[in-house]
């Protein structure tokens, strides 16, 4: 997912040692670490693959010990990598998967379970009752009514609430229930954190809990508009309000991309896909698809963002590479341009199930005696472009400000197939940095704005190197055939 950053572990620059920062992303499907100079160039790297439990079907859990010994591993490994001593390092950025969450025994530091990961979908069924329900529909009626008469935004957030497997709240709900130390510690003992918090727990030896507003917004907990950890649905979902950790003023990792004003788009295609957009001091709240978060809090400068979200882009494409649709990853852009069309075949993405669509399935349609791989694997990455396309105009439509730059990263913005189509189907630019692993950079770039190694936000824009930009070659009508075939196919592939 897009990441919520913090830094830690700052010494001062002005240790003429120090000459270097430290950048590490805990992502979905892989933990990394670089050092970057002044010049943000790449000094030395470390990556390991993260290894996701999946207990029962739809659960996704990590073990927090295998991650904590891979977060240190890295840090080590790519320190030793460029040749320096950890003295030499002016300060460390986390940047994490957001939304994952554990919990633990206040007083021993012992976890109750292990991460519950945002792709988990042991809350499906609370999340859809729940979005169903009468008492929701009321609570959207009163903050409606309350937002038209005083005009206060604060009312506008509640107005729109709706629940989704990605978010924390309903798992966190889930855990009250079922885990019986958990119950057990509920009052005085138990500690609730994302990756960033139980990291920085571990790193400082328990001495500092605190998570960052980007993370805290992700969780579906936190209120956006008051800035606080949310009463009222936390009393509607029998949590204690004794268990959130202090949010602490942070920079996200829209940073990495520089994505400092109004209209800025970010868009991440690794596990999942997330558009990312900057609404400045605004608070956009978009119903079902779209959510309002904070983007980073520096001093009283708040800047909110609205996210989107397509659940498993990179998750589809691996599960091709699995089944040996393609054998290396780069190599698929080149069998999806090697055939005119995908020949009516259609790729329904399905294997995470979403809070608008529970009963979608994954699936194929429309395969022929003539399909080859090529067809399978272009199919694929088309469901990618066609999905960013619906994303896109439903922030269009949505959100009362004009999209300026569009940037991506994320492993699958490495892919130029896909890269083109999407814009192409939106019609616009889109720039594609030379490093895509942006959070590392964006985690990097708050530790050495926190720690005096950078100086501002100037700064650092001087230092974006922008590899490619895709710009719209073919007219939106060229795609309008194969978009409504695909389309079709969702609607077949909804009620499975």
Same mark, same amino acid.
């Given at each position: 997912?897009?990441?919520?950053?913090?830094?830690?572990?700052?010494?001062?620059?002005?240790?003429?040692?120090?000459?270097?920062?430290?950048?590490?992303?805990?992502?979905?499907?892989?933990?990394?670490?670089?050092?970057?100079?002044?010049?943000?160039?790449?000094?030395?790297?470390?990556?390991?693959?993260?290894?996701?439990?999946?207990?029962?079907?739809?659960?996704?859990?990590?073990?927090?010990?295998?991650?904590?010994?891979?977060?240190?591993?890295?840090?080590?490994?790519?320190?030793?990598?460029?040749?320096?001593?950890?003295?030499?390092?002016?300060?460390?950025?986390?940047?994490?998967?957001?939304?994952?969450?554990?919990?633990?025994?206040?007083?021993?530091?012992?976890?109750?379970?292990?991460?519950?990961?945002?792709?988990?979908?042991?809350?499906?069924?609370?999340?859809?009752?729940?979005?169903?329900?009468?008492?929701?529909?009321?609570?959207?009626?009163?903050?409606?009514?309350?937002?038209?008469?005083?005009?206060?935004?604060?009312?506008?957030?509640?107005?729109?609430?709706?629940?989704?497997?990605?978010?924390?709240?309903?798992?966190?709900?889930?855990?009250?229930?079922?885990?019986?130390?958990?119950?057990?510690?509920?009052?005085?003992?138990?500690?609730?954190?994302?990756?960033?918090?139980?990291?920085?727990?571990?790193?400082?030896?328990?001495?500092?809990?605190?998570?960052?507003?980007?993370?805290?917004?992700?969780?579906?907990?936190?209120?956006?508009?008051?800035?606080?950890?949310?009463?009222?649905?936390?009393?509607?979902?029998?949590?204690?309000?004794?268990?959130?950790?202090?949010?602490?003023?942070?920079?996200?990792?829209?940073?990495?991309?520089?994505?400092?004003?109004?209209?800025?788009?970010?868009?991440?295609?690794?596990?999942? %896909? &997330?558009?990312?957009?900057?609404?400045?001091?605004? !608070?956009? @709240? +978009?119903?079902? $698809? *779209?959510? /309002?978060?904070?983007?980073?809090?520096?001093?009283?400068?708040?800047?909110?963002?609205?996210?989107?979200?397509?659940?498993?882009?990179?998750?589809?494409?691996?599960?091709?590479?699995?089944?040996?649709?393609?054998?290396?990853?780069?190599?698929?852009?080149?069998?999806?341009?090697?055939?005119?069309?995908?020949?009516?075949?259609?790729?329904?993405? %399905? &294997?995470?199930?979403?809070?608008?669509?529970?009963? !979608?399935? @994954? +699936?194929?349609? $429309? *395969?022929? /005696?003539?399909?080859?791989?090529?067809?399978?694997?272009?199919?694929?990455?088309?469901?990618?472009?066609?999905?960013?396309?619906?994303?896109?105009?439903?922030?269009?439509?949505?959100?009362?400000?004009?999209?300026?730059?569009?940037?991506?990263?994320?492993?699958?913005?490495?892919?130029?197939?896909?890269?083109?189509?999407?814009?192409?189907?939106?019609?616009?630019?889109?720039?594609?940095?030379?490093?895509?692993?942006?959070? +590392?950079?964006?985690?990097?770039?708050?530790?050495?704005?926190?720690?005096?190694?950078?100086?501002?936000?100037?700064?650092?824009?001087?230092?974006?190197?922008?590899?490619?930009?895709?710009?719209?070659?073919?007219?939106?009508?060229?795609?309008?055939?194969?978009?409504?075939?695909?389309?079709?196919?969702?609607?077949?592939?909804?009620?499975?």
């Amino acid at each position: 997912g897009p990441r919520g950053a913090m830094p830690c572990g700052q010494q001062e620059s002005g240790a003429g040692a120090a000459r270097y920062v430290v950048g590490v992303d805990v992502g979905s499907t892989m933990v990394k670490c670089h050092v970057y100079d002044r010049a943000a160039a790449v000094r030395g790297s470390s990556s390991r693959k993260v290894e996701s439990l999946y207990p029962r079907p739809g659960w996704v859990e990590l073990d927090p010990e295998v991650l904590w010994s891979q977060f240190v591993g890295v840090i080590k490994e790519a320190v030793q990598a460029a040749g320096l001593h950890m003295r030499q390092v002016a300060g460390l950025g986390i940047s994490t998967q957001r939304a994952t969450f554990i919990t633990w025994h206040k007083r021993t530091g012992k976890p109750f379970h292990n991460f519950i990961s945002w792709q988990d979908l042991r809350s499906a069924e609370l999340v859809n009752s729940w979005n169903k329900s009468l008492l929701l529909k009321v609570i959207h009626v009163i903050f409606t009514v309350l937002h038209f008469l005083t005009g206060n935004d604060r009312y506008l957030a509640p107005s729109f609430l709706t629940f989704s497997t990605q978010q924390t709240s309903m798992k966190l709900s889930w855990v009250f229930k079922n885990i019986q130390e958990v119950k057990a510690a509920r009052k005085n003992n138990c500690c609730f954190g994302t990756v960033d918090t139980w990291l920085l727990y571990r790193l400082t030896k328990g001495s500092v809990y605190a998570t960052d507003y980007s993370n805290a917004s992700a969780t579906g907990v936190f209120e956006p508009f008051t800035k606080c950890w949310n009463p009222t649905l936390c009393n509607l979902l029998s949590i204690p309000m004794s268990i959130y950790p202090p949010v602490a003023d942070q920079q996200s990792a829209m940073f990495g991309e520089c994505c400092f004003h109004p209209g800025d788009v970010k868009l991440t295609m690794g596990t999942g %896909g &997330f558009w990312n957009v900057n609404t400045g001091e605004h !608070l956009f @709240a +978009s119903g079902r $698809g *779209l959510y /309002p978060l904070i983007g980073w809090k520096i001093g009283e400068e708040v800047v909110y963002l609205t996210e989107g979200c397509i659940s498993d882009i990179g998750t589809a494409i691996k599960w091709a590479q699995d089944i040996n649709l393609f054998t290396n990853v780069d190599e698929t852009a080149k069998m999806a341009r090697s055939i005119v069309d995908s020949q009516g075949v259609c790729f329904v993405p %399905g &294997f995470q199930v979403s809070v608008n669509d529970p009963d !979608l399935c @994954a +699936s194929f349609m $429309g *395969l022929k /005696p003539s399909t080859t791989r090529n067809h399978l694997v272009r199919a694929i990455l088309e469901s990618v472009a066609f999905r960013n396309k619906q994303l896109y105009d439903m922030i269009v439509k949505k959100i009362r400000i004009p999209l300026q730059t569009i940037r991506a990263d994320g492993g699958v913005s490495n892919n130029s197939f896909v890269m083109q189509m999407t814009s192409d189907l939106i019609n616009k630019k889109i720039e594609k940095p030379v490093n895509a692993d942006m959070s +590392s950079l964006g985690a990097a770039f708050l530790a050495g704005l926190a720690s005096g190694f950078w100086t501002d936000k100037e700064q650092l824009k001087k230092l974006r190197r922008i590899e490619v930009v895709f710009e719209p070659q073919k007219d939106l009508e060229e795609y309008k055939p194969a978009m409504d075939t695909w389309l079709q196919a969702m609607k077949c592939s909804l009620h499975w």
